[in-house]
């Protein structure tokens, strides 16, 4: 009796737990398929969700830029309005001497005849001449302020219109994208169940994801802050030639100093092949691949340019790498390790990173 009651219990716990399963399901993290026509449609709608927040990011720098525009255009106001007053006196100066109101000082300083008046005279004539100096130079100063601040507008105005320009770039890269998503999914059988796909890679990505590289960029980032004390305590990285040295750094060796640096490198590693550099990891069902290269900038700092940025397979645009980019510096500055070397190149072939340095003259 009680054993057929535990049953029936038992049977009503599983089927009431199957209908709470029906209802609210449990989420896996979403597979990236392999049908190549479904993983392009969700790139593209990756890529609009990203372009999106580079739409908002660009339209904070404008009402930034607006605001700047707007103060400095008030200011400008104000010190025309000051340098107006002051060009008449300062002009009233120039007159002076160009039509001979001064002579009646020299006359003076002629018609003198004792010290006692000549010093007194003297002492007048330098009143004078520093209240006409100061005249003068008030308003040379506050001119060349004026231009400045002209200057100044020119290119915030500049600023602004290309920062209008970039506005309008991106939205009409979000509609096209956006149209061609809808056109994908149009007159699909399966289009319902793509469009949840995309909203479960959305809602990944913007939850999980972009936190995940985050980490990475960040953990990275600082690595590379430590890679000149680094290289300095591995002097078989360093060859001497005259006054040429060769800082070799094997793929292999990096890989080894991040894993020191930051157990989330544990499943990391950089690749470097010729002219480019692969970076990868994977960490559960989460993969990071970012593909770029180095450039040498005229202060003999070495920056790392992300040229493609794939997650679980999907390849986000170029905005998600610009924005990383500018917050997260991937580079190192070789000078830093010898204050007196100067990097003259940086090449990355097989297996290898290469750096040349000179001695800065």
């Known amino acids: 009796m009680k054993g057929t009651k535990r049953r029936r219990s038992a049977a009503i716990v599983i089927g009431l737990l199957a209908c709470w399963l029906t209802i609210f399901p449990v989420f896996a993290d979403p597979v990236t398929p392999k049908?190549?026509?479904?993983?392009?449609?969700?790139?593209?709608?990756?890529?609009?969700?990203?372009?999106?927040?580079?739409i908002t990011r660009i339209q904070q720098?404008?009402?930034?830029?607006?605001?700047?525009?707007?103060?400095?255009?008030?200011?400008?106001?104000?010190?025309?309005?000051a340098i107006e007053k002051q060009r008449e006196n300062a002009g009233n100066v120039i007159r002076a001497y160009y039509t001979g109101e001064r002579d009646f000082l020299l006359t003076a300083l002629f018609n003198t005849d004792n010290l006692s008046e000549l010093f007194t005279l003297l002492d007048y004539f330098d009143l004078i001449f520093s209240s006409d100096k100061l005249t003068l130079n008030t308003y040379t100063k506050q001119y060349r302020e004026l231009k400045q601040s002209i200057d100044k507008l020119d290119t915030k105005s500049q600023e602004l219109t290309?920062?209008?320009?970039?506005?309008?770039?991106?939205?009409?890269?979000?509609?096209?994208?956006?149209?061609?998503?809808?056109?994908?999914?149009?007159?699909?059988?399966d289009a319902d169940k793509l469009r949840t796909l995309i909203n479960e890679f959305t809602n990944y990505w913007q939850d999980t994801g972009i936190v995940e590289?985050?980490?990475?960029?960040?953990?990275?980032?600082?690595?590379?802050?430590?890679?000149?004390?680094?290289?300095?305590?591995d002097k078989e990285m360093l060859s001497i030639d005259g006054f040429n040295y060769t800082?070799?750094?094997?793929?292999?060796?990096?890989?080894?100093?991040?894993?020191?640096?930051n157990p989330i490198f544990d499943n990391f590693s950089f690749v470097f092949k010729e002219n480019s550099v692969i970076v990868s990891g994977k960490r559960e069902d989460m993969s990071i691949e970012l593909d770029g290269h180095y450039t040498l900038e005229k202060n003999g700092a070495i920056l790392f340019h992300v040229d493609a940025l794939i997650f679980n397979g999907?390849?986000?645009?170029?905005?998600?790498?610009?924005?990383?980019?500018?917050?997260?510096?991937?580079?190192?500055?070789?000078?830093?390790?010898?204050?007196?070397?100067?990097?003259?190149?940086v090449t990355t072939e097989n297996g290898q990173l290469v750096v040349k340095l000179g001695i800065s003259l």
């Open 35 to 54: 049908d190549e026509e479904t993983r392009r449609i969700l790139e593209k709608s990756l890529s609009v969700v990203e372009i999106d927040k580079e």
């Open 61 to 81: 720098e404008q009402q930034t830029i607006t605001a700047q525009l707007t103060t400095s255009k008030a200011k400008l106001s104000e010190q025309e309005q």
């Open 162 to 189: 290309d920062v209008e320009t970039r506005l309008k770039t991106q939205r009409d890269r979000v509609i096209a994208l956006q149209s061609e998503v809808d056109s994908d999914l149009s007159g699909r059988s």
């Open 213 to 233: 590289v985050r980490r990475y960029f960040n953990a990275l980032s600082k690595a590379m802050d430590k890679m000149p004390e680094w290289i300095q305590q």
């Open 247 to 261: 800082l070799t750094v094997p793929e292999a060796k990096l890989n080894s100093f991040l894993r020191e640096q």
């Open 314 to 345: 999907l390849a986000l645009p170029d905005t998600t790498r610009r924005d990383l980019e500018r917050e997260f510096d991937l580079g190192f500055n070789p000078s830093k390790m010898v204050p007196f070397l100067k990097t003259k190149s």
